[in-house]
């Protein structure tokens, strides 16, 4: 049932025409200033209650204006973009039937990919790919791995530099040798490691070469020839013996380079032989000529010969000594047959004598079998030394008429002798024969001479024996033991 106040005041609402609607009964807002109007007396419907709805409505005027004036960006924004709806609309119909129609060929194309960069599948540009990532998670260690060669040079270029006593460097350089070889020996298909290997072969090589030259240094002492050998037989394995031959071929190898230093170093008394080579040609023309006197007093020089036999026999003396006594402590013998009986078995065949060599049965039939395993390059080692200094000493010893300067070299031949002796190679019978190619020296006076200073030296050397078994014992007798090297039944006559 309608409201009699509202029903009372419809005669005074606004026309139909008028933009602004009728308020409706089931308006709560009208509902509500309906039921305040029924509360207030009728005085105040003719003076406040005009007052207070002008207010009221010049209060929602001011509101609206200031809403207006905040909304209107967004009202005008809004506006366009109603506008544009018109428009948008169809175009995203269109672009959305478009994606509707594109979505078969993109599923084609997502399983073509996923068929053909599958792990599964062979793919060279996927293969690539995986490389380049590998290479790119082991760049250091690649890093590492290419400077090895470069860290094996310098290895070896500074132990160059600095001598073989320094032993850090080649050591580092054998290391780093042997950790290459072990990584060709696992990754032999890669081209990376096996240019890595060839260039550290080349580097061993310049390594062999440098140590080799080492052991032709004039002062090398055991200990650095030791050294030397035991890196030569890792960087050259296939040089080392096995168990037919135990010294293999770095025996003669260091054998040919201490014999080079050797020689070398008697090269440096080429002007002393010099001069001795003037003396010789004085003496062989004065002895041709018809005035030839008949006495050996006939030829008085020789000063210059003697000076250089002299150095001669004391380098060939010491070296020869250093060398074979330093070959037989870096190649032992082996406990089967030793370097001394080889060598004694060698100089008995040329008439001479071996003192250390025990006293052996005559050779059984396998020692003389031709096919037998090689004796020890030391075996005739010894051989080419003493051919050396008889050589010289026939050639130049006839210049020395001097009857105490001739002794005087003998003598030092003979302990030259002895020294060897110690060793093994006693020569001192050879000396018999010095003066036998000489067509115009006295073979009665060669060997009186020969004898005499024989006998002086074992005399020499008994005194020196019984001096030091007497009073030198506690420093060690064994340092005179050299005459024992010449003790010969043959001087009884």
Same mark, same amino acid.
């Given at each position: 049932?309608?409201?009699?106040?509202?029903?009372?005041?419809?005669?005074?609402?606004?026309?139909?025409?008028?933009?602004?609607?009728?308020?409706?009964?089931?308006?709560?807002?009208?509902?509500?200033?309906?039921?305040?109007?029924?509360?207030?007396? @009728?005085?105040?419907?003719?003076?406040?209650?005009? =007052?207070?709805?002008?207010? +009221?409505?010049?209060?929602?005027?001011?509101?609206?204006?200031?809403?207006?004036?905040?909304?209107?960006?967004?009202?005008?924004?809004?506006?366009?973009?109603?506008?544009?709806?018109?428009?948008?609309?169809?175009?995203?119909?269109?672009?959305?039937?478009?994606?509707?129609?594109?979505?078969?060929? @993109?599923?084609?194309?997502?399983?073509?990919?996923?068929?053909?960069?599958?792990?599964?599948?062979?793919?060279?540009? %996927?293969?690539?790919?995986?490389?380049?990532?590998?290479?790119?998670?082991?760049?250091?260690?690649?890093?590492?791995?290419?400077?090895?060669?470069? %860290?094996?040079?310098?290895?070896?270029?500074?132990?160059?530099?600095?001598?073989?006593?320094?032993?850090?460097?080649?050591?580092?350089?054998?290391?780093?040798?042997?950790?290459?070889?072990?990584?060709?020996?696992?990754?032999?298909?890669?081209?990376?490691?096996?240019?890595?290997?060839?260039?550290?072969?080349?580097?061993?090589?310049?390594?062999?070469?440098?140590?080799?030259?080492?052991?032709?240094?004039?002062?090398?002492?055991?200990?650095?020839?030791?050294?030397?050998?035991?890196?030569?037989?890792?960087?050259?394995?296939?040089?080392?013996?096995? +168990?037919?031959?135990?010294?293999?071929?770095?025996?003669?190898?260091?054998?040919?380079?201490?014999?080079?230093?050797?020689?070398?170093?008697?090269?440096?008394?080429?002007?002393?032989?010099?001069?001795?080579?003037?003396?010789?040609?004085?003496?062989?023309?004065?002895?041709?000529?018809?005035?030839?006197?008949?006495?050996?007093?006939?030829?008085?020089?020789?000063?210059?010969?003697?000076?250089?036999?002299?150095?001669?026999?004391?380098?060939?003396?010491?070296?020869?000594?250093?060398?074979?006594?330093?070959?037989?402590?870096?190649?032992?013998?082996?406990?089967?047959?030793?370097?001394?009986?080889?060598?004694? %078995?060698?100089?008995?065949?040329?008439?001479?004598?071996?003192?250390?060599?025990? =006293?052996?049965?005559?050779?059984?039939?396998?020692?003389?079998?031709?096919?037998?395993?090689?004796?020890?390059?030391?075996?005739?080692?010894?051989?080419?030394?003493?051919?050396?200094?008889?050589?010289?000493?026939?050639?130049?010893?006839?210049?020395?008429?001097?009857?105490?300067?001739?002794?005087?070299?003998?003598?030092?031949?003979?302990?030259?002798?002895?020294?060897?002796?110690?060793?093994?190679?006693?020569?001192?019978?050879?000396?018999?024969? @010095?003066?036998?190619?000489?067509?115009? +020296?006295?073979?009665?006076?060669?060997?009186?001479?020969?004898?005499?200073?024989?006998?002086?030296?074992?005399?020499?050397?008994?005194? %020196?024996?019984?001096?030091?078994?007497?009073?030198?014992?506690?420093?060690?007798?064994?340092?005179?033991?050299?005459?024992?090297?010449?003790?010969?039944?043959?001087?009884?006559?």
């Amino acid at each position: 049932m309608a409201d009699p106040l509202y029903e009372l005041l419809v005669p005074y609402f606004d026309k139909p025409a008028s933009p602004r609607p009728v308020p409706s009964v089931s308006d709560q807002v009208t509902a509500k200033y309906l039921n305040r109007l029924s509360t207030l007396p @009728l005085a105040s419907l003719t003076s406040t209650e005009p =007052q207070s709805l002008a207010q +009221s409505s010049h209060t929602a005027l001011l509101s609206l204006q200031s809403l207006s004036a905040r909304s209107n960006p967004a009202i005008v924004a809004s506006s366009d973009h109603l506008s544009s709806l018109r428009t948008s609309l169809p175009q995203l119909a269109a672009e959305a039937e478009s994606l509707r129609n594109e979505i078969p060929r @993109l599923d084609e194309q997502a399983v073509a990919f996923s068929e053909k960069y599958s792990r599964s599948a062979e793919n060279e540009v %996927l293969d690539r790919r995986k490389k380049a990532l590998l290479m790119a998670r082991n760049v250091d260690r690649l890093s590492d791995i290419l400077d090895l060669p470069t %860290l094996l040079a310098s290895a070896i270029s500074s132990s160059t530099a600095q001598g073989t006593s320094h032993t850090v460097n080649y050591a580092s350089a054998l290391d780093l040798h042997s950790h290459i070889k072990r990584l060709h020996l696992l990754y032999q298909d890669s081209e990376l490691v096996s240019s890595i290997y060839q260039q550290t072969e080349e580097a061993m090589q310049e390594m062999t070469s440098n140590l080799i030259a080492s052991l032709r240094s004039q002062n090398i002492k055991l200990a650095a020839g030791m050294r030397t050998v035991g890196w030569l037989r890792r960087v050259a394995p296939e040089l080392d013996g096995n +168990s037919s031959n135990r010294e293999g071929t770095l025996g003669a190898l260091f054998l040919v380079c201490r014999l080079a230093t050797l020689v070398s170093m008697l090269s440096a008394l080429d002007p002393l032989r010099d001069l001795a080579e003037q003396e010789t040609a004085i003496r062989l023309r004065e002895s041709g000529s018809t005035a030839r006197k008949t006495t050996n007093d006939a030829w008085s020089g020789g000063q210059q010969t003697e000076r250089y036999l002299k150095r001669y026999i004391e380098i060939f003396r010491e070296q020869s000594f250093a060398i074979i006594s330093m070959y037989k402590s870096i190649f032992p013998a082996g406990p089967d047959t030793s370097a001394s009986e080889d060598l004694g %078995l060698k100089l008995k065949s040329l008439g001479l004598r071996s003192v250390s060599a025990p =006293q052996s049965p005559p050779p059984t039939q396998q020692q003389q079998d031709p096919l037998s395993p090689l004796p020890s390059s030391l075996a005739t080692f010894p051989l080419h030394l003493v051919g050396l200094l008889t050589e010289t000493l026939k050639q130049y010893l006839p210049n020395v008429r001097d009857r105490s300067s001739r002794e005087s070299l003998l003598t030092q031949v003979l302990y030259c002798a002895g020294s060897l002796g110690r060793l093994g190679g006693d020569f001192s019978l050879l000396l018999a024969d @010095l003066g036998h190619g000489d067509e115009n +020296s006295d073979e009665e006076e060669d060997d009186r001479e020969w004898v005499e200073a024989m006998k002086k030296h074992r005399v020499l050397a008994g005194k %020196l024996e019984s001096l030091a078994s007497g009073g030198g014992s506690g420093r060690g007798g064994k340092a005179f033991s050299l005459g024992d090297g010449m003790k010969s039944p043959k001087l009884n006559a």
